[in-house]
């Protein structure tokens, strides 16, 4: 079933189905090949069968196919039931992100609107931190004090914040190749928010590139001096509530062409920033060409919203920029076969610290 996954993972979703039906005799009363079957469907188009394995699998205590369930029935309109499986995974978990991203999405859908205001003044009133939180504030904003809540939260102002000339070197040519053939390179994987044409390099921090060891250290120190910033300024506990301890996860990107990334967030991290190493030439793309956007999160058709403004920039090489880890993030295509090279991070509370 590991290698089952690890296709899917991959977006081999034929290879992980044929892997599960050939075990089918002996694992089909197994939960966990339950929901791994039923994902498989749903990823197949073969919804109706899907909803049946995920269904029993969730019967069966099997949390991850919770999440499936609820995002096959709201993509099928049943959004009642995937709010009532929403709801059952809060309870068992306040901070599970996607189970609070699926509820918004589908009270948002059905027209639920008050729903959902009771759901972020619950949270709010019972300290229920939730990365999904301050986009569904900005959806259902009333008044001055919701207003002047987002405001603090998304500080449109002060965040991204932008680093030019990070480590003063104009090119990392063979930092650059190094990751552009890379062993450890992989296609996006289907669960993460890359789309196109597009690869990754997983833990980059920890592969023992020294050129990547020496930037992170560098960007230790920035971390550093971003939590004084905090210290110096009123923040929002979500954001102002530095990590005593903390892990970094990072990764890197490799972007060519139609490769983007759409609307997403990093709802383990505290901070969250990205470090380009190289970016095309664009003066002759359009406008939109490369650009990285912050904004809320899509938790409708359209993120538009007068409570978050979203701000764009134009990466350039050397650029670091930092940024609270709820803040939705998506990125451009930059139409050109010149490879745009990233290095990706969060700074993750450790659940001691």
């Known amino acids: 079933m590991k290698l089952a996954e690890q296709h899917l993972y991959l977006g081999e979703t034929e290879a992980a189905f044929d892997l599960l039906e050939a075990s089918l005799p002996e694992t089909q009363n ?53 709010i009532s499986i929403c709801y059952s995974l809060l309870d068992r978990d306040s901070t599970n992100f996607a189970a609070a991203q699926m509820l918004c999405r589908n009270l948002i859908a059905s027209g639920q609107w008050e729903k959902l205001e009771q759901w972020t003044s619950a949270c709010l009133q019972n300290g229920q931190w939730n990365a999904v939180l301050p986009s ?19 500080e449109v102002d002060q965040y991204p914040v932008c680093i030019q000339n990070f480590t003063g070197s104009a090119t990392h040519d063979k930092l650059c190749e190094t990751l552009l053939n890379h062993k450890a390179r992989s296609n996006f994987p289907t669960i993460y ?70 609307w997403h967030c990093h709802p383990a991290g505290w901070l969250s920033g990205v470090y380009y190493l190289d970016v095309p030439e664009l003066s002759d793309k359009p406008d939109l060409a490369g650009q990285i956007e912050f904004g809320p999160l899509m938790l409708d058709t359209d993120n538009t919203l007068d409570t978050w403004p979203k701000k764009r920039i134009r990466p350039e090489a050397d650029m670091l920029l930092l940024f609270p880890s709820y803040f939705g993030h998506r990125t451009y295509p930059t139409g050109s076969n010149y490879p745009r090279i990233s290095i990706a991070f969060d700074i993750v509370p450790n659940s001691n610290g």
């Open 193 to 262: 928010a890359g789309k196109g044409s597009g690869q990754r390099i997983d833990r980059i921090s920890d592969i023992g590139i020294d050129p990547v060891t020496e930037i992170f250290e560098r960007i230790k120190i920035e971390v550093g001096n971003f939590g004084q910033l905090l210290a110096d300024n009123v923040a929002p506990p979500a954001v102002s509530n530095i990590p005593e301890n903390a892990t970094i996860e990072s990764w890197g990107n490799i972007c060519v062409d139609d490769g983007h990334e759409d």
């Open 30 to 82: 197994d939960p966990d090949w339950l929901a791994v079957f039923g994902k498989t469907l749903r990823a197949l188009g073969r919804n109706e069968l899907a909803q049946e394995y995920l269904l029993r699998a969730w019967k069966r205590g099997v949390t991850e196919a919770g999440l499936d369930l609820a995002k096959l029935l709201g993509g099928r309109d049943q959004c009642d039931d995937a």
């Open 136 to 154: 569904a504030l900005a959806y259902t904003a009333r008044g001055d004090e919701h207003n002047g809540l987002i405001r603090e939260l998304v």
